[in-house]
């Protein structure tokens, strides 16, 4: 009852901590209630003590992972907002190129795997070439889908008042194009973790996939699930980064 009584504003403020600390408690108490063995379904506290434990190589493995998806990200930012602005400038182009990036983006990214440890064997180059693989898409269709959506009214008149086809992609269909790039770099941001991880489960030997996987190969299960704290940790600090640089750089685009 005393959440209830505080203001809307402090609600907001305290609802994502109220709505983990309930998932915790559902957590810690299904497993108590149904006494499921640690090597199988962990605790809370199970997964807490193994984060303590282990935490040394849990933040080194961590900081793997952080940097190649980072690197990886960064990457795909740039080749995704590339073609973005080329596929969605460009009728032409649009329609040329956006079935074939869908059909790209359809191929499970862990196939393409085994074949980036072949070209550049097992370590952090499959890792980081993984992330961008996963991450560049949503960042090219949001941003095409900014530029493609420009309302022809408004790119009529400024033909008339003498704007080139230049100045209304820079000064126009860009900065209207921004809530979607930025939205795209929150979505694009976790997918780059799953890619990394991904990669690194298959073809390395450092990095939290690869701390995961041997864990699970010794039925360390509270290791295991202390690795996806560490990854969900990761990318909802991401996640809020970018959504605070969206807030601060499009905030005319937001109903308040």
Not at 106 to 129: D, M, Q, Y
Request: with cysteine; charged share 10%; proline share 5%.
């Amino acid at each position: 009852m005393s959440f209830l009584r505080l203001s809307p504003e402090m609600q907001l403020r305290l609802a994502p901590w109220a709505a983990v600390a309930l998932l915790l408690l559902i957590w810690e108490g299904t497993v108590r209630a149904l006494g499921v063995p640690q090597y199988i379904f962990p605790g809370v506290i199970d997964t807490a003590d193994a984060l303590i434990q282990f935490h040394q190589p849990v933040a080194r493995h961590a900081w793997q992972t952080f940097w190649t998806t980072v690197i990886g990200f960064a990457i795909g930012v740039v080749v995704g907002l590339l073609l973005g602005v080329i596929v969605g400038s460009s009728k032409f182009m649009y329609r040329a190129c956006y079935p074939l990036l869908v059909a790209f983006n359809a191929i499970p990214k862990v196939a393409f795997v085994p074949i980036l440890v072949v070209w550049f064997g097992i370590g952090t180059v499959p890792a980081i070439i993984t992330a961008f693989l996963i991450s560049f898409f949503p960042i090219v269709v949001n941003v095409a889908t900014g530029l493609a959506t420009l309302e022809p009214e408004m790119e009529d008149v400024l033909r008339v008042l003498g704007a080139k086809r230049r100045d209304v992609l820079f000064k126009v269909g860009l900065p209207r194009s921004l809530p979607y790039f930025f939205a795209s770099l929150k979505v694009a941001i976790t997918l780059a973790f799953v890619g990394t991880v991904v990669s690194e489960t298959v073809a390395s030997n450092q990095g939290i996939g690869y701390l995961m996987m041997s864990a699970g190969s010794q039925m360390r299960m509270p290791l295991v699930f202390a690795g996806l704290v560490a990854i969900s940790v990761m990318a909802m600090v991401m996640y809020q980064f970018f959504a605070w640089i969206e807030n601060r750089m499009t905030g005319w685009a937001h109903r308040r």
